[in-house]
């Protein structure tokens, strides 16, 4: 049957359409989403309607489509706990600092960003909030990498990883002990790993088992990386502020070398 794809619901169109719009593109054509998604041009033309008319897409005078302001009401309900409980601790950290504060989780292989405080020495940002950014080159990525069960760290390392720039630690051996570092440590230093230009340190939010819950990082342009030590205090103070509001009581019952180190 002319227009028929077997092996793939409607559901699943519908879902790879809007999976085209990963990886940074705002603005596509119907023909870019079809290519992406692997969709026949005419079953992505009425889906993309329907998509439009529900308001997940918007289509621009130029005729190319944007995600919609409704899947972005939507998305504000992903990790809302998690944000609103960190947000005030944030801000207290960015009042102190002056500098870019995130929060971030592992979305699969990739670290996703659900906050952002500016600072007023602002430099270059790969990922905005609701963006994505491989593990291994962000300091956040590599604090969540650290406290990951061994087996999933394993499996990440032996994958074929991603070079952003000439520093980009992507050897599986380096890497591994850069990680085994990190957890003894509590925190994570990347250098111009992401974009040359910028660095940053982060730390982990932990658990109530001790897995990495989440992590919070500050960039800076390279530049003052020498700086970067001193931020660590207030970023662990930050983090057990976060984990105390999560779980009450958990930073009491916890030995306070293991809140880092465990």
Same mark, same amino acid.
């Given at each position: 049957?002319?227009?028929?794809?077997?092996?793939?619901?409607?559901?699943?169109?519908?879902?790879?359409?809007?999976?085209?719009?990963?990886?940074?593109?705002?603005?596509?054509?119907?023909?870019?989403?079809?290519? @992406?998604?692997?969709?026949?041009?005419?079953?992505?033309? #009425? $889906?993309?309607? *329907? %998509?439009?008319?529900?308001? !997940?897409?918007?289509?621009?005078?130029?005729?190319?489509?944007?995600?919609?302001?409704?899947?972005?009401?939507?998305?504000?309900?992903?990790?809302?706990?998690?944000?609103?409980?960190?947000?005030?601790?944030?801000?207290?950290?960015?009042?102190?600092?002056?500098?870019?504060?995130?929060?971030?989780?592992?979305?699969?292989?990739?670290?996703?960003?659900?906050?952002?405080?500016?600072?007023?020495?602002?430099?270059?940002?790969?990922?905005?909030?609701?963006?994505?950014?491989?593990?291994?080159?962000?300091?956040?990525?590599?604090?969540?990498?650290?406290?990951?069960?061994?087996?999933?760290?394993?499996?990440?390392?032996?994958?074929?990883?991603?070079? @952003?720039?000439?520093?980009?630690?992507?050897?599986?051996? #380096? $890497?591994?002990? *850069? %990680?085994?570092?990190?957890? !003894?440590?509590?925190?994570?230093?990347?250098?111009?790993?992401?974009?040359?230009?910028?660095?940053?340190?982060?730390?982990?939010?932990?658990?109530?088992?001790?897995?990495?819950?989440?992590?919070?990082?500050?960039?800076?342009?390279?530049?003052?990386?020498?700086?970067?030590?001193?931020?660590?205090?207030?970023?662990?103070?930050?983090?057990?502020?976060?984990?105390?509001?999560?779980?009450?009581?958990?930073?009491?019952?916890?030995?306070?070398?293991?809140?880092?180190?465990?």
């Amino acid at each position: 049957m002319r227009g028929h794809e077997p092996g793939k619901t409607v559901t699943s169109k519908v879902l790879a359409l809007l999976a085209a719009f990963e990886g940074g593109s705002e603005r596509l054509r119907l023909s870019d989403m079809a290519a @992406r998604s692997g969709v026949a041009v005419s079953t992505a033309h #009425r $889906l993309v309607t *329907e %998509l439009t008319t529900w308001g !997940a897409l918007q289509r621009g005078e130029d005729g190319r489509y944007q995600v919609g302001i409704r899947i972005w009401e939507l998305g504000q309900h992903a990790a809302r706990e998690l944000t609103e409980v960190a947000h005030p601790y944030l801000h207290d950290l960015f009042e102190l600092t002056r500098e870019n504060v995130h929060l971030s989780i592992r979305q699969g292989t990739d670290v996703l960003y659900l906050e952002r405080f500016y600072g007023s020495r602002r430099v270059p940002l790969v990922a905005q909030v609701g963006g994505r950014l491989p593990l291994h080159p962000t300091a956040v990525g590599k604090v969540i990498l650290a406290y990951e069960e061994a087996w999933f760290r394993d499996t990440y390392l032996a994958r074929t990883l991603e070079r @952003r720039t000439a520093f980009t630690i992507t050897e599986p051996g #380096r $890497l591994s002990r *850069e %990680l085994l570092q990190i957890r !003894a440590q509590g925190y994570a230093v990347t250098r111009e790993e992401i974009r040359l230009g910028t660095c940053s340190v982060a730390v982990p939010v932990l658990s109530a088992q001790g897995t990495c819950h989440a992590a919070i990082g500050i960039v800076m342009a390279t530049g003052r990386a020498v700086e970067l030590p001193r931020l660590v205090a207030p970023l662990q103070g930050t983090a057990r502020r976060v984990e105390a509001a999560l779980w009450p009581g958990l930073v009491k019952s916890r030995p306070a070398h293991s809140l880092w180190h465990a």
